[in-house]
Each structure stands twice: as C-alpha cells, then as structure tokens.
Nanobody, 126 residues
Framework: VQLQASGGGLVQAGDSLRLSCAASGRTFAGYAMGWFRQAPGKERAFVTAIGWNGGSTYYTDSVKGRFTISRDIAKNTVDLQMNSLKPEDTAVYYC????????????????????WGQGTQVTVSS
C-alpha cells in the first residue's frame, strides 16, 4: 500500500492550498482516510478524516469551516482543501488510511491508521 501526499507549499496567511493523497495497493472500501499534521516541536495531531464508503467527514475544531476533505473513489484520491490559512496551520501534513473504527469517536486517534504517507510541508507566513 502506498499513500503519496502532494500539494504543500509556502503561502501567506489567508491564502488557500489543496493537498492531495494518491492511494494505491489495495481497495479502501470500509476504510477511513485521514489527514494529520505535525508542527515543529509538537506531536502529530488529527486534522480531518473521511469514510471511504459513505463519505462521512470529521474535523478537528480548529479547522472547521476552513478545511474540506473529499475523496474520489474512481481516482483513489483524498483531497484536503485548505482555505483561510493561518500561521498556526504550518506543519507537515500526512495522509493516512485504516479500517473505519467501530467506535467513530476514535477516528481521530493515530493508532487507528495502518498506512501512512510521507508527508508534505505546508508553511503559512504572517
């Protein structure tokens, strides 16, 4: 299984970026696809996730209303549209995949995810 993240870059506060994760190597039916981020000196943190089958979405509070996750089943991709970016969004962003949890409350836990991409850097200047 491979998860290839792309689309990061250097932008100014208020700008937008679109990250994409190309997934391959297995069928992702029944999986959750997530984005996590890790800022310098901080632990990896949940950003958002989507159910591959039904498309249900989940967001951490700090990105609600600004970020949108989507998936394209035909292309096996998961995108993250990030609007109104803030300096505190600066981090390495990782896409991840894992079986959709029985307890949906745990969808934000990194241990629920089996496969991880290599990360893409997002830097937001003030």
């Amino acid at each position: 299984v491979q998860l290839q993240a792309s689309g990061g870059g250097l932008v100014q506060a208020g700008d937008s970026l679109r990250l994409s994760c190309a997934a391959s190597g297995r069928t992702f039916a029944g999986y959750a696809m997530g984005w996590f981020r890790q800022a310098p000196g901080k632990e990896r943190a949940f950003v958002t996730a989507i159910g591959w089958n039904g498309g249900s979405t989940y967001y951490t509070d700090s990105v609600k209303g600004r970020f949108t996750i989507s998936r394209d089943i035909a292309k096996n991709t998961v995108d993250l549209q990030m609007n109104s970016l803030k300096p505190e969004d600066t981090a390495v962003y990782y896409c991840a995949a894992g079986p959709f949890p029985v307890d949906v409350a745990t969808i934000s836990h990194s241990r629920q995810y089996t496969y991880w991409g290599q990360g893409t850097q997002v830097t937001v200047s003030s």
